[in-house]
């Protein structure tokens, strides 16, 4: 499915959503950001298939983004545990995968030596090379890196880590480190290239009433970590971006005591982006916030109006990125996902 488009891309990363992450002034208009979009929802409005990072440009340049999302290759952290479901969604994947709760690879010690970690030197910066040769003129690259809790909980499982928090504090500090030295060694590489504006920490901390695991433990384990990555990417001179779901009230102060520039992921039962555009917003920037569940179920002239009140909030001051509450996943309609970037680009020019 082909679909006309009204916006006139125009890529200014550095004048644009640089200047939104660090909060330096108004921006010309209001730029798009999302964590990403399936490749399902990519076809649909290019029309044809997506198979290669050209086909991902050419769809971020066509919504009006002034960035792109890459990922290094070679840090492949090896897990079990996944579940499978039939993907009900309008433009389905061929199944729909998720992580359980069950025990991880990593249970003794034992596995902790004999797992597979990737290597530093065998991690490869090339698609980052390959992705900054066909980038139009304006656009960057954001590197999505940073998995710093969601990789340990994946290795340990949900309940392997839960129990060993308690049992085997030694073994969780190494897995958390193993993990930080090698998204440190990504970050310091990824943020010294040209073309990277941005880095991004991708590491969902909570669920819809708390953390994932408690505060203490994130302090323990996690937020050192987001501190060190912050002070790689900012000694390049560039933002860091946090993408986390879940009610993380408690640790908000923490987070932006780690320097983060930016964060991303709303829903409106745990916060809605504009209170938290007005609670945080001196401090850090607000990034995207159309609740999924509304944009999911409404009509496009009701999601037009609900981008209005948004933009009415969050626009005032600068430090505000207009996008969904988390992806555009393949179960969003098409339709009422084109209708929100469209109202936003209307109403989104500072000039």
């Not at 050192?224 to 912050?230: A, E, I, Q, T």
């Not at 001196?282 to 509304?294: I, K």
Request: glycine share 8%; hydrophobic share 40%; charged share 25%.
């Amino acid at each position: 499915m082909e679909v006309e488009l009204k916006i006139r891309p125009q890529p200014d990363f550095e004048g644009r959503l640089r200047r939104v992450l660090v909060r330096d002034g108004l921006p010309d208009r209001v730029p798009f950001f999302e964590l990403f979009a399936d490749n399902e929802i990519m076809a649909a409005i290019l029309g044809r298939p997506v198979n290669s990072i050209a086909d991902v440009i050419e769809y971020q340049y066509r919504l009006g983004y002034d960035f792109v999302k890459v990922d290094v290759a070679g840090f492949d952290l090896p897990t079990e545990g996944y579940g499978f479901a039939q993907d009900t969604a309008p433009l389905p994947h061929t199944v729909r995968a998720f992580h359980t709760a069950s025990m991880g690879v990593i249970r003794t010690w034992e596995d902790f030596e004999r797992y597979p970690w990737p290597k530093p030197e065998n991690i490869d910066f090339s698609p980052l090379e390959e992705a900054a040769r066909l980038l139009p003129e304006g656009m960057k690259l954001i590197v999505l890196r940073g998995h710093q809790l969601e990789s340990p909980m994946a290795l340990m499982g949900f309940e392997g880590l839960s129990f060993a928090l308690a049992d085997q504090p030694d073994l969780v500090e190494a897995v958390f480190q193993r993990v930080g030295e090698l998204e440190l060694y990504c970050y310091q590489n990824c943020a010294q290239m040209d073309a990277v504006g941005a880095m991004e920490i991708s590491d969902d901390l909570g669920f819809k009433s708390g953390t994932l695991i408690s505060p203490a433990a994130l302090r323990r384990y996690v937020f050192p970590w987001y501190k060190r990555f912050v002070e790689a990417t900012h000694a390049a001179g560039k933002p860091v971006i946090l993408h986390s779901c879940g009610n993380l009230e408690a640790v908000m102060e923490d987070i932006i005591a780690c320097g983060i520039d930016a964060k991303h992921s709303f829903e409106d039962q745990i916060m809605p982006v504009t209170e938290f555009k007005q609670r945080y917003g001196d401090r850090m920037a607000a990034l995207g916030g159309l609740d999924m569940d509304f944009l999911c179920r409404r009509t496009p002239d009701e999601i037009r109006a609900r981008v209005r009140e948004i933009m009415e909030v969050c626009m005032p001051g600068g430090g505000y990125a207009f996008g969904t509450g988390n992806t555009v996943a393949n179960y969003v309609p098409v339709e009422n996902f084109l209708a929100a970037l469209d109202e936003a680009w209307k109403v989104g020019s500072y000039r």
